[in-house]
C-alpha cells in the first residue's frame, strides 16, 4: 500500500496535488512519499519483532540523502556496496555500527574507510577478499568483522540479470566449499568471523527460494559450530518483489514470518534484513510531462520529457511499470508507445499502454522509488532530474534538478 491516490480524479502524494509539484518545480521529476517508506520499512521491523533482528536498507536502491535520513531516524541499519554509499550513510545521520558493506570488489582504500568507521560487518565475496581486508586490518591495528556470502546455488526464478544465487554468477563463494573458507578466515589474522549472509536475487515473487536457502544456511551454520565456528548472525539478503503488474509477491509481514518461523530453530541468532526495492520502489513515481503526441502509420506514441537516462528499468530490464495519467480525461483511450528524447530506439517507459491524453498532459510511472533515480545518467547531456519528497502536505527538494552547468563542470579542454 502507499499513498499516491486519486482525489476528485486528481493524483496526490500524500495531501498534496501532483499537479502542484509539478508546477512549481518543472518535469520530468521524482517525487517521493515519506509516509509510504515509513509504512515499508516498519512493515519488516513489525513482522520480525519477536527475533532479534535488523533492517539494513539496500542503499544501492535510492541513495537521496533524505531517504536515508527518514530510514536512520527510524533506526534503520544499512547495506552498502561502496564508499560512496558509507559517505552517503554518514552524511544522512545513519548509525555506522549498523551497516553492513556488500559487493564483489571492495579496494583497500573501501575497506579501510569502511574499518575507520566501525562498520557492522563485511560480506564477504572471495577468498582473496578475505586475505585482502585481513590485511587492511593488520595495518590499521584493528580486527573486521566478517561474513561469508555464501551462493546456495537456488534459482530465484527472476530476470536473469538480477538472480544472483546461481552458480554461474558472479556472487558469494559456493556453499560447498564455505565450511573450508571459514577455517580459512579463523586462521587469518585480524578478523572476528561474525556471520554469514546470502541474496539470491531481485524482484522475486516467492518465498520458496528464499526458505530453500535459508534452510541450507542453516545446516551450514549447524555444521560449522561442530567445527567450533560460532556464528552470531544469520543475513537473509534483499530480494522481495514487489506488484509492478500482476504478479503478487508475498507482503513483507508474510514473507519476514517464513523466514523467521524458519530461523526459530536458532533463537540467539541475529536475524538481518536487507531489502531495497521493498522499502522504496512504491514510495516513489516519476512524474513526466507529455511534450508531442505522434503517428507512424498507425503507431501512436506519446513523447514525454522523460527518457531512459531518468528511468532505465523499461529499457534494461523490459521491466513492466505502471503509467497513470496526473489528471485522467474522459474520453477515447488510444495504444500509445511512451517514449522519451533520448537518441535510441530503446528509449521507452513503457509500450502499449491504453490513455487518453493530450499534449500538455502530466503523467505518473508508478513504482519509480527503487532503481529509478540511483540508476539514471547525463546520456544525451540530459541533466538529472529533481527529487521531491512529499511529508504529509509539505513539499520538500531533496535534490535539486541539475543544471546545464553541472553537465560539464568537471571537465576541460586540452590547453
Ligand atoms: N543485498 C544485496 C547484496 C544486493 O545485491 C541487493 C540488490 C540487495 C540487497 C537489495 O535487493 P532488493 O531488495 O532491492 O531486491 N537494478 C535492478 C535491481 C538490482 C538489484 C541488485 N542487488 C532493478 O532495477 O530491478
Known sequence: MDYFNYNDNELFAEQVKVEDIAKQYGTPCYVYSRATLERHYKAFCDAASHHNHLVCYAVKANSNLAILNVLARLGSGFDIVSKGELARVIAAGGDTSKVVFSGVAKTHDEIAFALEHNIKCFNVESEAELERISQVAAELNVNAPISIR???????????????????????IDIKIAVDVYKKAASLPNLDIKGIDFHIGSQLTEVEPFIAALKKVIALVKELASHNIKLSHVDVGGGLGVPYAQEAPPHPSQYVSKITECLAE???????????????????????????????QGKHFAIVDAGMNDLLRPSLYQAWQNIIAVKPRQGKTENYDIVGPVCETGDFLGKDRDLCIEAGDLIAV?????????????????????????DNDQVHVIRQRETIDDLYRNECTLP
Open 366 to 390: 508508478r513504482s519509480a522509488g527503487a532503481y529509478g533515480f540511483t540508476m539514471s545518467s547525463n546520456y544525451n547531456s540530459r541533466p538529472r532530474v529533481a527529487e521531491i519528497m512529499v
Open 266 to 296: 536458532l533463537p540467539d541468532v541475529e536475524l538481518i534484513f536487507e531489502p531495497g526495492r521493498a522499502i522504496a520502489a512504491n514510495a516513489g513515481i516519476l512524474v513526466t510531462n507529455v511534450e508531442y503526441l505522434k503517428q507512424n
Open 150 to 172: 555464501v551462493n546456495p546455488d537456488i534459482d530465484a526464478k527472476t530476470h536473469p540479470y538480477i538472480s544472483t544465487g546461481l552458480k554461474e554468477n558472479k556472487f558469494g
